[in-house]
């Protein structure tokens, strides 16, 4: 029989160290870490597929583990300290038998088994993120603050096989800063396309001579934290710092539509690879899915915790599936979980004010009476 892990439909990662199971069917969320190992430098910021069959999942925490959870077994089954570099994990891949890593300073790891030594690159330091392409696994793209795009072959690191160049000077003739936050490749195309710090859009094709963005859009006032790109690729989710989320069309290079609902800064959104629905997850400790062409809120639920990275399952008939008796909630207490065992102060009621006559409403249907005035003199 199947853990009832298997029947979640979105994996959320929080700033606590849990990972958060949701079953949108249900609307229900399970924990699954114990309380012993709850504390902050296990916050969650990377997670990524371990299989195509989605029956594992790679986690990346801030004390530099990697962990394994199984969702067939609905427990973690390894985990591997990955050393090296400074700062927390930007990007987390599979390639084959190994595990790809990239954490801020820029050193971009290839960890294999014990017995084999693993592959090291320099990218760049300030790096936001990094993220493989599926089509072609052994190529990942970084890239950060004042950090290019470029595109690395993992057979070949020596150098990028792609380097962006920065967009002219502005009308005062000023450089133009660099900020990539977020990026992904184009499926079946050799574009990528990235969101900046400072409200821009991109799309970039290696296969052109040009090494400038081919399209930019800007959107909104604040800087842009995740994008995902819709199916068929020709458009993109992106969400910014305040909680702003929108549809930009990367063919005509115009904003579509906003999403609304939200309420603190976007961390991670994912649109579904084939149904018209994108997840995204944030400092507001919601999970929200949205459907893409009528902007419709499909389901929204409170997770407790602020939360960093989510994996949306590849499932396409949540509807027409079993049910499942619920799973057990882990015993987990997260910060907003100490409010409920608090003791609640009464307050000590004031002293009671004598009623004035005035003070008493006239009953409908009678005028009040007139108070008689008494004389003080002849």
């Known amino acids: ?3 009832p892990a298997r029947w979640n439909h979105v994996w959320v990662g929080s700033e606590t160290g849990v990972l958060k199971g949701v079953n949108l069917r249900r609307r229900q969320a399970t924990n699954y870490l114990a309380a012993s190992a709850l504390r902050r430098d296990q916050g969650i910021c990377a997670m990524c597929w371990g299989d195509p069959s989605e029956s594992e999942i790679l986690i990346g925490c801030l004390d530099r583990s990697v962990k394994l959870f199984s969702t067939e077994k609905g427990k973690f089954t390894e985990s591997r300290q990955c050393p090296g570099g400074e700062g927390s994990f930007c990007g987390l891949a599979v390639h084959d038998s190994s595990f790809i890593t990239c954490v801020e300073s ?4 290839v960890w294999r088994d014990a017995s084999s030594e693993n592959a ?10 990094m993220r493989q392409n599926l089509a072609q696994p ?3 793209g970084t890239g950060g603050k004042e950090n290019a795009l470029k595109i690395w072959d993992l057979h070949r690191p020596e ?8 967009v002219r000077n502005d009308w005062l003739s000023l450089r133009v800063p660099v900020w990539e936050r977020d990026l992904q490749f184009l499926p079946c195309s050799e574009k990528i396309v990235t969101c900046t710090g400072y409200h821009q859009v991109r799309l970039y094709d290696p296969s052109s001579p040009q090494r400038r963005p081919m399209l930019e859009v800007t959107y909104g006032e604040y800087p842009l934290t995740a994008l995902s790109l819709t199916p068929g690729a020709n458009s993109v989710v992106v969400g910014s710092s305040r909680g702003d989320v929108a549809l930009i069309d990367l063919r005509q290079g115009r904003l579509v ?15 579904h690879p084939t149904l018209p629905l994108v997840a995204s997850c944030g400092l507001d400790r919601f999970l929200r899915v949205h459907h893409v062409e009528d902007k419709r809120l499909v389901h929204k639920v409170y997770l407790k915790s602020r939360l960093n990275c989510l994996l949306l399952t590849s499932c396409e008939k949540w509807e027409d599936e079993e049910p499942e008796p619920a799973a057990p909630q882990a015993d987990v207490k997260e910060e907003d979980e100490l409010w409920d ?6 307050t000590k009621a004031g002293p009671k004010r004598r009623a004035h006559p005035n003070d008493q409403e006239p009953q409908l249907g009678k ?12």
Request: charge should be positive; charged fraction near 25%; glycine fraction near 12%.
């Open 367 to 378: 005028r009040p009476k007139k108070q008689k005035r008494t004389s003080t003199g002849p």
């Open 1 to 3: 029989m199947a853990s």
């Open 138 to 140: 052994q190529c990942v």
């Open 341 to 346: 065992v608090m003791e609640t102060v009464a």
């Open 120 to 129: 090291e690159t320099q990218v760049g330091g300030g790096v936001c993120r």
């Open 159 to 166: 150098e990028p096989i792609f380097r962006a160049k920065n």
């Open 106 to 109: 820029g050193l971009l790891q």
């Open 257 to 271: 539509k906003c999403l609304k609902g939200f309420a603190g800064s976007v961390r991670s959104i994912q649109c």
